[in-house]
């Protein structure tokens, strides 16, 4: 039986030297309490067998969903490879060190833009950003940009992984992996 992660790897790897834009691009699944769905567009930040990391405001309205129900399904889509991986399972908070390990990777721009940004709340107009990211600028003049503790990462910790390769008249090939008390199952879904 192949290791679903070591899978992954390999896949990832290989969207990550010929996918032209943002190989690490995933849609993010959530819903909240009530069942309804929401879904948007996040990074992945980190791969293996402990999960799948993202980060994002814990005010945004993903955060408030993955606060109230976490449980999450993610999909990346290599259109160049004709790939995807697909994956659900329950969602914890990463630890502050490697929230904080992470921010201090960002772009400064990023960072002061984590301070400025009242994620997912509305916007009287855009001037009113601009004007809180220079202030945000103001502030952190000459030091480091700490992380805002509003702003944390979340792993999603897989059930089950799906691989999906195309193939010619719709004959895809599509692998389902599902996590077992003794580790993994490997079987076959129809396309």
């Known amino acids: 039986m192949t290791d679903p992660f070591a899978l992954f790897a390999e896949w990832f790897a290989e969207a990550q030297a010929s996918e032209p834009n ?25 791969h293996g067998p402990e999960g799948f990391t993202f980060y994002t405001n814990l005010d945004s ?14 999909c990346l889509h290599w259109k160049s490879l004709r790939k995807q991986v697909r994956a ?31 994620q997912s709340r509305p916007l ?11 202030a945000m ?3 952190f003049e000459g ?12 792993r999603l910790v897989p059930q089950e992984i799906e691989f999906w390769a195309d193939r010619a008249f719709r004959l895809h090939e599509r692998r389902l992996f599902t996590r077992a008390p003794d580790g ?8």
């Open 22 to 46: 943002d190989p690490e691009a995933m849609a993010l699944a959530t819903a909240n309490p009530d069942g309804r769905p929401s879904v948007r567009m996040v990074l992945l930040k980190g």
């Open 61 to 74: 309205r993903k955060g408030g969903e993955l606060a109230a129900n976490p449980h999450a399904g993610i």
């Open 88 to 118: 659900t399972g329950p969602i914890e908070r990463v630890a502050d060190t490697e929230a904080d390990a992470y921010f201090a990777t960002r772009a400064r721009d990023s960072q002061l833009g984590a301070w400025a940004s009242d």
């Open 124 to 134: 009287d107009r855009r001037e009113t950003f601009e004007q809180r990211f220079a």
């Open 137 to 139: 600028k103001s502030r």
């Open 143 to 154: 030091s480091d940009v700490p992380r805002p503790p509003r702003w944390s990462g979340f």
């Open 184 to 191: 993994w199952t490997e079987g076959l879904l129809f396309p």
